[in-house]
């Protein structure tokens, strides 16, 4: 048996899925999977059910949850000492996994076994016919990797969940993933930074697809790109979600003494709203509350 779970939440992904987890049954290290359907109403099940004998398809006759709830019901079920996380649409480098568990076993040598661990990587950014219109996520988006500390990854996330390979110490302190959580990346990530550690392979494994049924799509990070998610996103909505999301970290681990100063900057960036203009300008400033380009800030800086 595999050491290390995929868990893959569909919901009318037929269109995309075949090549999916064509690309999975390709890979050198294979991985246990897990599939939850989330109350599809297309042909998704009827491509799954053909695979039974591949794969373990979680039926627990609880209907639509949402992606989120989806993922912790598929970590609960999984008992591996890692876990890998896919969207239905992406495909994965043959060797995606066997390279991340070579970093995730580096890891481990390095800072224990006992440490929480994630891995990531950058992602080539596809069309939905598989064109490629961007060799690098990161570029793309003007994402930095390098970019790993708990104040930092509160504002803003770099971790794509499809790339993520996590360990069991991880999986213990994260799920389940609380409601209200943004998304489950970006809940994995804070909590890897606030008690572990982050690595990540700068070379793409994964190829995401770009269509009209994506959950969230990537935007180019430049002015055109800032104007166009400015346009398609409620702005303080956005904001006032990352906050709540950090004062969702307080609730969750509130009685770990050994957090306390992780716990002061979750609390900071929670409360700020509560503070005038001027004062939320000092906040971010004294505890390094930035996000990852100077586009992002300056709108940050008029949003806040």
């Given at each position: 048996?595999?050491?290390t779970?995929?868990?893959?939440?569909?919901?009318?992904?037929?269109f995309?899925?075949?090549?999916?987890?064509?690309?999975?049954?390709?890979?050198?290290?294979?991985?246990?999977?897990?599939?939850?359907d989330?109350?599809?109403?297309?042909?998704?099940?009827?491509?799954?059910?053909?695979?039974?004998?591949?794969?373990t398809?979680?039926?627990?006759?609880?209907?639509?949850?949402?992606?989120?709830?989806?993922?912790?019901?598929l970590?609960?079920?999984?008992?591996?000492?890692?876990?890998?996380?896919?969207?239905?649409?992406?495909?994965?480098?043959?060797?995606?996994?066997?390279?991340?568990?070579?970093?995730?076993?580096?890891?481990?040598?390095?800072?224990?076994?006992?440490?929480?661990?994630?891995?990531?990587?950058?992602?080539?950014?596809?069309?939905?016919?598989?064109?490629?219109?961007?060799?690098?996520?990161?570029?793309?988006?003007?994402?930095?990797?390098?970019?790993?500390?708990?104040?930092?990854?509160?504002?803003?996330n770099?971790?794509t969940?499809?790339?993520?390979?996590i360990?069991?110490?991880?999986k213990?302190?994260?799920?389940?993933?609380?409601?209200?959580a943004?998304?489950?990346?970006?809940?994995?990530?804070?909590?890897?930074?606030?008690?572990?550690?982050?690595?990540?392979?700068?070379?793409?494994?994964?190829?995401?697809?770009?269509?009209?049924?994506?959950?969230?799509?990537?935007?180019?990070?430049?002015?055109?790109?800032?104007?166009?998610?400015?346009?398609?996103?409620?702005?303080?909505?956005?904001?006032?979600?990352?906050?709540?999301?950090?004062?969702?970290?307080?609730?969750?681990?509130?009685?770990?003494?050994?957090?306390?100063?992780?716990?002061?900057?979750?609390?900071k960036?929670?409360?700020?709203?509560?503070?005038?203009?001027?004062?939320?300008?000092?906040?971010?400033?004294?505890?390094?509350?930035?996000?990852?380009?100077?586009?992002?800030?300056?709108?940050?800086?008029?949003?806040i």
């Amino acid at each position: 048996m595999s050491q290390t779970a995929l868990l893959l939440a569909t919901y009318n992904g037929s269109f995309f899925l075949k090549s999916f987890l064509d690309s999975v049954f390709s890979q050198t290290l294979r991985p246990e999977i897990f599939v939850r359907d989330d109350g599809s109403d297309d042909t998704t099940v009827d491509l799954l059910l053909p695979r039974a004998d591949q794969l373990t398809l979680v039926n627990d006759h609880l209907g639509n949850v949402g992606i989120v709830e989806n993922f912790n019901i598929l970590a609960n079920v999984a008992n591996t000492d890692y876990l890998a996380f896919a969207d239905q649409d992406d495909i994965w480098e043959p060797d995606k996994l066997a390279v991340q568990m070579e970093l995730m076993r580096q890891m481990e040598r390095k800072f224990g076994a006992d440490m929480p661990l994630l891995v990531h990587s950058d992602l080539a950014v596809c069309d939905e016919h598989r064109c490629v219109i961007d060799s690098s996520l990161w570029r793309f988006q003007r994402l930095d990797p390098r970019v790993r500390s708990f104040a930092r990854l509160l504002v803003q996330n770099n971790v794509t969940g499809c790339t993520v390979l996590i360990n069991k110490p991880l999986k213990d302190l994260a799920f389940p993933v609380p409601e209200g959580a943004i998304m489950h990346d970006w809940w994995l990530a804070i909590v890897a930074a606030a008690f572990g550690r982050i690595g990540y392979v700068s070379r793409p494994l994964v190829r995401y697809r770009q269509h009209q049924g994506n959950e969230l799509g990537a935007v180019r990070s430049d002015l055109y790109g800032a104007m166009k998610r400015f346009k398609k996103t409620d702005q303080q909505r956005s904001l006032r979600a990352a906050q709540h999301q950090a004062q969702l970290f307080c609730d969750r681990f509130s009685g770990r003494c050994d957090m306390t100063d992780e716990l002061h900057l979750a609390e900071k960036y929670a409360t700020i709203q509560t503070k005038c203009y001027a004062q939320r300008l000092q906040t971010i400033c004294k505890y390094g509350f930035w996000k990852q380009d100077f586009i992002r800030n300056v709108g940050f800086i008029i949003s806040i």
